[in-house]
Structure formats: structure tokens, C-alpha cells
């Protein structure tokens, strides 16, 4: 081959790379679930696959099946809850705005720096119905932006699933296929050592993957728990809130912080101290215990990487970021501490 065609070669497969890319682009973030999916649960698949008598199709339909019960349940359940309460929530929309927000508490006045202003402009609405509607009006076009934000946001998030557990049967289907393609391809670009790093980076992954979502699966249930002992409203998408924010460090707090001023708020004193208690002890408490203990299980990656993977994920991929970015990273800390384990030539770097 000359030169010429040797580029015109790399041409065309250079063309052909790109292509394929911008074909599966708005797939992409689909595929990486399944694949991240498969991988966390790929030991589970081999169990069923022994008890369906090595029937591939069928251990793959009931592992996708499963996947979609324990991911799809937690949006029929909030569905549910929402449909429960709609009416009441309705009902005390309209008497807020028909009466007007009730005084103050006593204990707003006595917030440290803000207290005295907040109190008197919370008084200036006290049982106004008319200025609290000229208020509200300057925040109808932002509530509007993003609560269309918001359920375009979740309807996206729902397809997606859906569209990630469709391939995932797939995956499942195919993947000791795939598991070999990949596998030559990493021998071929290091050699038989690459067969090592490439459990390694499965070990890895599924570590991290059930760390994140067995200690969010964990925050969440506690929370709801939490939230229907003290008689908080909506337990159920409370919980499933703290489920979504777990992965970030300061998620949880975000949910049952404002619960518990809710409680304060209506009187219950008693269990507004209780749900601060149970939040700190109980739910956040189980980031600093569950989390290390399921991903040291797969890697030795520090804690300090997956807040970094965390908040770079996000940062980088969006809301799948959150498991993927400290996938990478454990991927790349596993296989630098591998590689960092070859013993190098002796070396005085003084006398150089």
C-alpha cells in the first residue's frame, strides 16, 4: 500500500468513525446507562441465566423486566401518592390564597439577622388575600418557566430509562459477544496484561455503581420512613427526592431541612426536632458508613474521588454524570494503581 492510499484509507475511516458517532449521539447517554446497567448487575444475570437452563432470551427478558419493576416503581408510587393528595393540596392552594398566609410564629421574629425583617414582611401579607395576590403576580412567568423546565426535565428523564432498560435486554442478550470483542481489543493494545486491567475496570465500576445506589436506595427509604412517622404530607416523593439527591453529598439535607420547618411551622415542634435528629443521625449518617463500605468492596477508591467524580460528572455529563463520573474516575485510579505496582528499574536520580 503507498502512502497515498495509506492516508486515503485513514480517511475514509476517519469519516466512517465520525459518522457512526453523530448516529448514536442522541443515544448516547441511553447506552452508557444500559452498558453501566448491565455491568452493576451482570453477576444477578449469570444467577438467572443458570436458572432459566442457560435460555439467554429469557434470562434477559427477566432481568429487564426486574430492572424496570425496581426503577419504574418509585414514579408509580409518587403517581399514586399525587393523585391521593391532589384534591387536598388544591383545596389549601385555594384557601391560602383566598385567606392569606396565618400570622407569623413566634419563633421567625427571633431568627438570628433576618428574623425582624422577615417577620414584618411576612405580617404585611397576614390575612391579605388582595396584596398577596399583586405579590404573587411578579413570580407567575418564573413559576411557569420552571415548572414547564421541570416536567420537560422529568418527561426526558422517563424516556430515557425506558430507552436505556430497552437496550440493557440487549446488552444482556449480547454481551459475552461483546465481552470478547472488547477483551481482543484490549489484548491487542496491551498485550495479556489488558485482560487483568479489564476486570479490574468491571470490578471497579460495579463497585461504585452500587455504592451510590445502594446508599441513595438506602437514604431514601429512611427518609420516607422519617417523613410519614412525623406526619409530613407526600412521604413518598419526599423519599424519592432524597433518592435523586443522595448522590450529591449535601442532597438529603435539601429535603428534610425544609420538612422540618414545614413541621415547625404548623406546630409540631416535637417532631420537627425529631426529623432533624432523624436526618442527621440516621440519614446522612448512612453516606458516611454505606457508601465507603459497598465501593471499597469493588476498588480502593478515597471517598475525596467520588465527591470529585460527583460534582465533575454533573458538571461534564448532566444528572447521568452523577454515576458516571465517579465511574471514570475509579476506572482511572484502578488502573493507574495498577499500573503504578510495576516495579521500575532502580534509579539514582542525584547522580544524573
Known amino acids: 500500500m503507498t ?31 444500559a452498558f453501566i446497567l448491565c455491568c452493576a448487575t451482570w453477576p444477578m444475570f449469570i444467577r438467572v441465566r443458570t436458572l432459566a437452563h442457560g435460555r439467554v432470551g429469557v ?3 427477566l432481568m429487564t423486566l426486574a430492572i424496570a419493576s425496581v426503577l419504574l416503581a418509585p414514579f408509580i408510587v409518587v403517581g399514586v401518592s399525587l393523585a391521593d ?3 387536598e393540596l388544591l383545596d389549601a392552594s385555594r384557601r391560602f390564597i383566598a385567606e392569606g398566609p396565618p400570622d407569623p410564629p413566634p419563633w421567625v421574629g ?32 418564573p413559576i411557569r418557566a420552571l415548572a414547564l ?27 459475552e459477544a461483546m465481552t470478547r470483542r472488547l477483551l481482543f481489543t484490549v489484548v491487542r493494545i496491551f498485550g495479556e496484561r489488558g485482560r ?15 455504592g451510590i445506589l445502594g446508599t441513595a436506595l438506602m437514604q431514601g427509604i429512611l427518609a420516607a420512613a422519617g417523613f410519614a412517622i412525623a406526619g409530613v404530607p407526600a412521604a413518598p416523593l419526599l423519599g424519592l427526592a432524597t433518592f435523586f439527591l443522595s448522590p450529591v453529598p449535601i442532597g438529603p439535607p435539601l429535603v428534610w431541612i425544609p420538612a422540618a420547618i414545614w413541621l415547625f411551622y404548623h406546630g409540631s415542634t416535637g417532631w420537627a426536632i425529631f426529623l432533624v435528629v432523624w436526618g442527621i443521625a440516621v ?21 475525596i474521588l467520588v465527591m470529585i467524580g460527583v460534582f465533575g460528572g454533573v458538571v461534564a455529563f448532566g444528572f447521568i454524570g452523577v454515576f458516571l463520573g465517579p465511574t471514570l474516575l475509579a476506572i482511572g485510579f484502578a488502573l493507574l494503581s495498577d499500573w503504578s505496582k510495576e516495579p521500575a528499574p532502580p534509579v539514582d536520580i542525584l547522580r544524573r
Open 85 to 87: 393528595n391532589a384534591k
Open 283 to 303: 440519614v446522612s449518617s448512612v453516606d458516611n458508613v454505606i457508601k465507603p463500605l459497598i465501593i471499597s468492596r469493588g476498588s480502593n477508591l478515597p471517598f
Open 3 to 33: 502512502p497515498i492510499e495509506r492516508w486515503i484509507t485513514l480517511a475514509v475511516l476517519a469519516v466512517i468513525v465520525i459518522g457512526c458517532y453523530f448516529v448514536i449521539q442522541p443515544f448516547l447517554s441511553a447506552l452508557v446507562w
Open 149 to 175: 423546565a421541570s416536567g420537560e426535565a422529568l418527561v426526558h428523564g422517563v424516556l430515557l430509562l425506558a430507552l436505556s432498560i430497552f437496550i440493557a435486554f440487549f446488552v444482556y442478550r449480547d454481551g
Open 196 to 210: 487483568h486491567l479489564a476486570n479490574v475496570a468491571a470490578a471497579t465500576t460495579r463497585g461504585v455503581v452500587y
Open 110 to 141: 427571633g431568627l438570628p439577622l433576618i428574623g425582624t425583617r422577615v417577620e414584618a414582611y411576612w405580617a404585611s401579607f397576614a390575612h391579605d388575600s388582595a396584596r398577596l395576590l399583586a405579590e404573587l403576580k411578579n413570580y407567575i412567568d
Open 59 to 61: 434470562a434477559s427478558l
